[in-house]
C-alpha cells in the first residue's frame, strides 16, 4: 500500500469513530423507540467497518515494523560479514606495498639510444704531396657539422662534416719559399685563387663528407671496444677505443667521390657508464694516411684567376704526385639525447 493510501485509511478509521460517538448520543437524546433501534443497528454496523478498518490498519503497521526489522538485520549482516574482508584486504595491500618498496630493486639503466655531436671548429685535416725535390704539408680547419650517434648500434651512425677551404695553409720542405706563397698557389689550385669570385665568398669555399655507414667494426657499441686510458671501468672518463671503416661520399671542388676510409673511434664518458650509457664526446681519427685523388676532384695548377695551367698539369703523375695523402683528428662534443 502506498503512504498516500495508508494515511488517508488512518483519517477514515478517525472519522469513523468521531462519527460513531455524535452519532450514538444525538440518537440517544432525541430519536423515538422505534427509530432508537434502527440508529442501534446502523451503529452496530459502523463499529464493525471502523474495527476492520482498524485491524487492517494495524496489520500494516506490523508488516512496516517488521520489514524496518528484517532491513536493520540485513545491513548488519552484511556489514558484520564484508567489513572485516575489506579490512583485511586492505591491510594485505599495505603490507604488500611495504614488502614492494623494501625489497625493490635497483632503477634501471638509462637504455643506449641515440644523441647528437657537434664537430668542434678546432679539428685539423692534414695532407702531404711529394714533388720533385720537395715534399708539401698542408693543413686545413674551420670545421663544422654534427653527428649522430646510435650507442646501441655503432652501425646505423650517420655524419656531416665540412672543412673551410680557405683556411688551407701550405708548408714545403726541400725548398726554399716561404709558407704564405706556397699557400696562395695551393687555394688556387682548389680554385680560390685571389681573382676568382670563390675567394670572395660567391662559389665553393668548402670540402664536407658525408657519412652513410661504419664498416668492418670491431665492436658493436662503444662499451663493447677495449678499454684506454687511466681511468677504472665504471667511473668517469671511461674511454673506450672502436675500430672501423667510415663510408661516405667527399665533395671536394664541385666533385663527389665515394670514400672509404679506415678510422679509430675513441668515446669518452664524463660519468660512469652504468648511469649514461651514451658518451660524453667522440675522437675520430684515421688510423693512416690515405689516398686523395687530385684528378678525380679537378684539383689541377692554377692562376689566381681559376686558368688551368697546361705545362704544370702535365707533370701531375710525373714530377708531381697525383695523390695526396690525408690525415684528421676531430672531436665532437654531444649536445643532446
Known amino acids: ?23 450514538r448520543n444525538f440518537g440517544a437524546r432525541t430519536a423515538r423507540p422505534g427509530a432508537r433501534q434502527k440508529i442501534v443497528t446502523a451503529e452496530s454496523d459502523t463499529r464493525y467497518v471502523a474495527a476492520e478498518l482498524v485491524d487492517d490498519v494495524e496489520a500494516q503497521d506490523r508488516t512496516l515494523e517488521l520489514s524496518k526489522t528484517t532491513l536493520r538485520r540485513a545491513v548488519w549482516f552484511f556489514l558484520a560479514t564484508t567489513t572485516p574482508g575489506l579490512a583485511a584486504c586492505a591491510k594485505k595491500l599495505r603490507a604488500d606495498n611495504e614488502d614492494i618498496n623494501h625489497h625493490a630493486p635497483p632503477p634501471a639503466p638509462i637504455a643506449p639510444g641515440l644523441a647528437t655531436y657537434a664537430w668542434k671548429a678546432d679539428g685539423l685535416a692534414t695532407f702531404q704531396l711529394k714533388t720533385k725535390g720537395m715534399l708539401l704539408r698542408g693543413n686545413v680547419g674551420g670545421v663544422r657539422g654534427q653527428l649522430t650517434l646510435d650507442a646501441a648500434d655503432l652501425s646505423r651512425c650517420k655524419a656531416t662534416l665540412s672543412l673551410d677551404l680557405s683556411t688551407l ?13 706556397y699557400s696562395k698557389e695551393a687555394r688556387a689550385w682548389f680554385g680560390l685563387g685571389d681573382a676568382t669570385p670563390a675567394a670572395s665568398g660567391d662559389g665553393p669555399r668548402t670540402a664536407s663528407f658525408r657519412l652513410t655507414a661504419l664498416t668492418q667494426l670491431n665492436a658493436t657499441t662503444p662499451l663493447d671496444g677495449a678499454r684506454f686510458g687511466h681511468a677504472e671501468t665504471g667511473t668517469a672518463h671511461e674511454q673506450h677505443r672502436v675500430r672501423a671503416v667510415a663510408e661516405g661520399e667527399l665533395l671536394l671542388h664541385g666533385f663527389r667521390v665515394h670514400q672509404a676510409v679506415p678510422i679509430t673511434l675513441d668515446f669518452t664518458y664524463a660519468s660512469p657508464s652504468a648511469q649514461d650509457p651514451i658518451p660524453e664526446s667522440v675522437q675520430v681519427t684515421s688510423r693512416s694516411p690515405f689516398p686523395l685523388s687530385l684528378l678525380a676532384h679537378d684539383i689541377l695548377p692554377r692562376t689566381e684567376s681559376g686558368v688551368v695551367v697546361s705545362e704544370k698539369a702535365r707533370e701531375l703523375g710525373k714530377t708531381m704526385g697525383s695523390e695526396a695523402l690525408v690525415e684528421f683528428d676531430f672531436q665532437a662534443t654531444r649536445i643532446s639525447r
Not at 2 to 23: K, M
Request: charged share 20%.
Open 1 to 23: 500500500m502506498h503512504g498516500e493510501d495508508y494515511i488517508a485509511q488512518n483519517d477514515a478509521v478517525e472519522t469513523l469513530r468521531s462519527t460513531n460517538g455524535s452519532a
Open 169 to 181: 695553409h701550405v708548408g714545403a720542405s726541400g725548398e726554399e719559399g716561404s709558407a704564405d706563397q
